[in-house]
């Protein structure tokens, strides 16, 4: 069964990037596309985005300004980085892959555990 | 953007009970919806995509129902295993994936 797991630091100062890798095993990256989700304490999940394995890139426009994403085929894992981090970007962030029936579901089949991050000085 | 509403907040039966759980969309997405199990510290497991439809593994004690904007998912007979946090999510209006806010199940 395919597994993710999540990785990067657990404390981000104010104003400073995130950046959050999640490695893909038992599984390839190609021919799949991969998404980043978060969900802040207590609240609902926020979609973040997706990028595609050719690297192709859907973002939330909410977070559209502040959002990279990108993917190494031959690390098999995917990447997120988010500038200007604040307060209210506290939140436990999981990697998940987009379910496909022949073509791209978009609904969530893996996901990784999640990493919390906290934005603090 | 397309916003789901989950009802109750929480859900408290016992083990053998049956768990109706509600999500309401703002506007209609057809029949694009999907339920997730979410237990403390896991990563959630998808149950029931396109609203009907189980995932792979997925036992048959969970059921989910609706088309437009109104949506249901039923768990027969709980399980110990079954007392968790259950989301719905949307992708009718893709990209802009949205998810519902949840519904805990607690044991009574």
């Known amino acids: 069964q395919v597994q993710l797991q999540e990785s990067g630091p657990g404390l981000v100062k104010p104003a400073e990037t995130l950046s959050l890798t999640c490695s893909v095993s038992?599984?390839?990256?190609?021919?799949?596309?991969w998404s980043w989700i978060r969900q802040p304490p207590g609240r609902g999940m926020q979609w973040i985005g997706f990028i595609y394995y050719t690297g192709r890139t859907n973002y939330n426009p909410s977070l559209k300004s502040r959002v990279s994403m990108s993917v190494d085929t031959s690390k098999n894992q995917f990447s997120l980085k988010l500038n200007s981090m604040t307060a209210a970007d506290t939140a436990v962030y999981h990697c998940a892959r987009v379910m496909t029936y022949g073509y791209p579901a978009w609904y969530f089949d893996y996901w990784g555990q999640g990493i919390p991050v906290s934005v603090s000085s | 953007e397309f916003v789901l509403t989950q009802s109750p907040a929480t859900l408290s039966l016992s083990p053998g009970e049956r768990a109706t759980l509600s999500c309401r969309a703002s506007?209609?997405?057809?029949?694009?919806l999907a339920w997730y199990q979410q237990k403390p510290g896991q990563a959630p497991r998808l149950l029931i995509y396109d609203a009907s439809n189980r995932a792979p593994d997925i036992p048959a004690r969970f059921s989910g129902s609706g088309s437009g904007t109104d949506f249901t998912l039923t768990i027969s007979s709980l399980e110990p295993e079954d007392f968790a946090v259950y989301y719905c999510q949307q992708r009718s209006d893709w990209p802009l994936l949205t998810f519902g806010g949840g519904t805990k199940v607690e044991i009574k």
């Open positions: 506007q209609s997405v057809n029949n694009y």
């Open positions: 038992r599984g390839s990256i190609s021919n799949y596309y």
